[in-house]
């Protein structure tokens, strides 16, 4: 049995969940590559900002900020 996939986006805030994909030929791909976010990485949901977009994240000890519309373009496992 697999689990259920979501963009990330979709997470809600204080929710972890792993990347399965990214969507191949965004132009985002090559940023979220720099950022770390690889198939297999766990992202944190940490909160948003006061009108909902971006979204604050933690990837592999990092805190940044990631549009929602970026963020539907990676494809998260949740556990």
Do not use: W, Y
């Not at 979220?32 to 944190?44: N, V």
């Not at 940490?46 to 990631?66: E, H, K, S, T, Y």
């Amino acid at each position: 049995m697999t689990s259920p996939l979501v963009t990330l986006n979709c997470i809600p805030c204080g929710s972890s969940a792993t990347v399965a994909s990214l969507e191949h030929g965004a132009e985002i791909t090559k940023r979220l590559l720099e950022l770390g976010i690889t198939r297999g990485t766990d992202i944190t949901v940490l909160g948003n900002a006061p009108l909902g977009d971006p979204m604050i994240v933690r990837v592999r000890g990092c805190q940044f900020a990631i549009r929602r519309n970026e963020a539907k373009n990676i494809l998260m496992e949740i556990a």
